[in-house]
């Protein structure tokens, strides 16, 4: 294992961040801040994504898209025939996302091959750059959508039936954009997969390390409740005659911060962050109430305990508040652990590039646990400023840790990439 360790040009990394910033670039509001609005394949997805595509093609990349739009670059190995060594992320974003999430993931494997290519260094089997359509689920409601479709978790059809709030399909909206790549286009079949990504969170910053490495994403649950009441005079229906979908949305919420505070759900965490009324009429008492409940915890047998949970208590809303619920499921992922194989690689080669580290569990959704179903998976985090804070402008990493970040992504994936086939990590 003590083989050549490569630098990435960081100054060339940051340009290229601060670059593709620049696409959708919007201010936002709330922070003052400038923001990144590339919600998956609106315009402003699509021209992010032929700029990306064009940085593939001038490092020498070979660049094919799918039909879910996933686009892959490859580099050749000396052995064409060999399973790739797959590394990528994301370049949607939410609706006021920062510079770095998921873009760092994608500009550092381009980087990583641009890097190859300055050191000359050819590899054993082929190496691919990939980035997956709306890992956010922002627009149309399901986060991962283009990895879990290559996983096969999703089917192709499934996903480009889902439309967003005005109707537009995946299906069109992958035309629209010149996106909807060639049927014939295969699947990457890797040998391995790593994302680099920001961390999103603060463990991170706390140990004081730029890098993490992750050892599994937690179970996800998002679902839509819709409750319905009935509508009344807000001066004249007394108050124990009403059937108000609002307070029983209130107290759903209150129920949902109870049972993350219970310690009977294991370290749940639930958040409540779509709600509407109707009529949404300050006189009115609402009729219904539309909202999304996003749980997660690190334990499935905790993850099915808690939709039971709400399921009974949504079904109890009828007794206490004649209001009838009805959830309905968006997305649901099981606890992902990742590859303890590609784990220890990445701990050598941080040792080897003398990187202090940590290892973590991550409390956000990866194209990585999709990914990890077909191949052996793990990422690496880069520590953020601000506690972590991400989905917002505020998210940022500096230039040294994703600098870090992304020599260690370099290392990993150039020791994976040269390891003979067969005996998967060098007997470590
Ligand atoms: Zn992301």
């Known amino acids: 294992m003590n083989d050549q360790l490569v630098r990435v040009n960081r100054d060339r990394l940051w340009d290229t961040l601060m670059r593709l910033a620049q696409i959708g670039s919007c201010h936002d509001a709330a922070t003052g ?36 739009g996933n686009v892959y670059g490859r580099r050749a190995g000396t052995g064409e025939d060999l399973p790739c060594v797959l590394m990528g992320s994301h370049i949607d974003s939410v609706a006021t996302g920062g510079a770095f999430d998921g ?23 082929p190496i691919e750059v990939g980035f997956f359509t709306e890992e956010e689920g922002v627009r149309f409601g399901t ?40 049927e014939h286009e295969r699947r990457p079949i890797p040998f391995a997969y790593i994302e680099c990504h920001i961390e999103q969170g603060p463990i991170l910053a706390a140990a004081g390390v730029d890098v993490g490495i992750v050892i599994g994403v937690q179970s996800i649950s998002w679902q839509r409740l819709e409750l319905r009441g009935a509508a009344g005079h807000a001066g004249t229906t007394p108050i124990e005659h009403r059937q108000d979908a609002g307070l029983a949305a209130a107290a759903v919420i209150v129920e949902i911060r109870r049972m993350c505070e219970s310690g009977q759900f294991g370290e749940l965490r639930g958040t409540v962050g779509r709600l509407a009324f109707e009529p949404a009429q300050t006189n009115v008492i609402p009729a219904g109430a539309t909202m999304t409940v996003d749980m997660r915890v690190p334990d499935d047998d905790a993850m099915t305990a808690a939709e039971a949970h709400l399921a009974e208590f ?30 220890a690689l990445l701990a050598a080669t941080a040792d080897d590039l003398g990187l202090p580290y940590v290892k973590a569990m991550s409390g956000a959704g990866h194209d990585a646990q999709e990914i990890a179903a ?22 940022y990493s500096n230039p040294t840790a994703c600098g870090n970040g992304v020599d260690l992504l370099a290392n990993a994936i150039l020791r994976l990439a040269n390891q003979p086939e067969g005996s998967f990590l060098g007997g470590s």
């Open 314 to 343: 949504v079904a109890g809303l009828a007794r206490g508040y004649g209001v009838t619920g009805s959830l309905e499921r968006m997305a649901k992922t099981r606890v992902v652990r990742f590859s303890r194989d590609v784990q």
């Open 143 to 182: 986060d991962m959508l283009g990895s879990a479709v290559t996983a096969g978790r999703l089917t192709l059809d499934y996903a480009h039936k889902l439309t967003d709030d005005t109707g537009a399909s995946v299906a069109d909206e992958l035309v629209r954009t010149g996106f909807d790549g060639p």
């Open 374 to 395: 077909i191949c052996p998976t793990a990422m690496v985090f880069v520590a953020g400023e601000h506690g972590g804070v991400s989905h917002t402008p505020r998210e």
């Open 103 to 125: 873009t760092l993931g994608v500009l550092g494997a381009i980087e990583v091959v641009r890097t190859l290519n300055d050191y000359g260094a050819a590899t054993l089997k």
């Open 33 to 68: 801040l400038p923001g990144v609005r590339r919600l998956a394949l609106t315009d402003e997805d699509a021209q992010a994504r032929r700029q990306v595509i064009a940085w593939m093609r001038e490092a020498g990349l070979v660049v094919r898209i799918d039909r879910i």
